[in-house]
């Protein structure tokens, strides 16, 4: 009984830590959408570049990169992020939200 737990019991550990691991990348993804469409909302608002640029900051992750630009009457944010953990995995989580800008309704 005893060499059943000690072979099972580290499995246990490495699999408890890939769910904890996999919760908290899903909370960044979920950061990232939220930041961008945050972003996308202030950008369509024609809000300054600066202040697109902190709001899509505050609701994204720790080290996130925002990048706004806009294409025709669209603007385009996307937010760039590395999920919490290891950094030896090669892991990029990303979203764009894309919004028509009000200047150009009507």
């Not at 060499?3 to 691991?21: G, I, N, S």
């Not at 992750?61 to 996307?78: E, I, K, N, W, Y």
């Amino acid at each position: 009984m005893t060499a059943e737990t000690a072979v099972v019991l580290p499995a246990l550990v490495l699999f408890a830590m890939a769910l904890v691991w996999a919760l908290l990348a899903a909370s960044a993804q979920i950061q990232c959408v939220d930041a961008a469409r945050a972003g996308a909302r202030a950008a369509a608002r024609q809000e300054p570049p600066g202040v697109v640029q902190e709001m899509a900051r505050q609701a994204a992750p720790d080290g996130a990169r925002v990048t706004v630009s806009r294409q025709g009457d669209l603007v385009h944010v996307l937010v760039v992020a590395r999920p919490p953990g290891p950094d030896g995995l090669p892991l990029e989580l990303r979203h764009e939200a894309v919004a028509l800008a009000e200047d150009t309704v009507g």
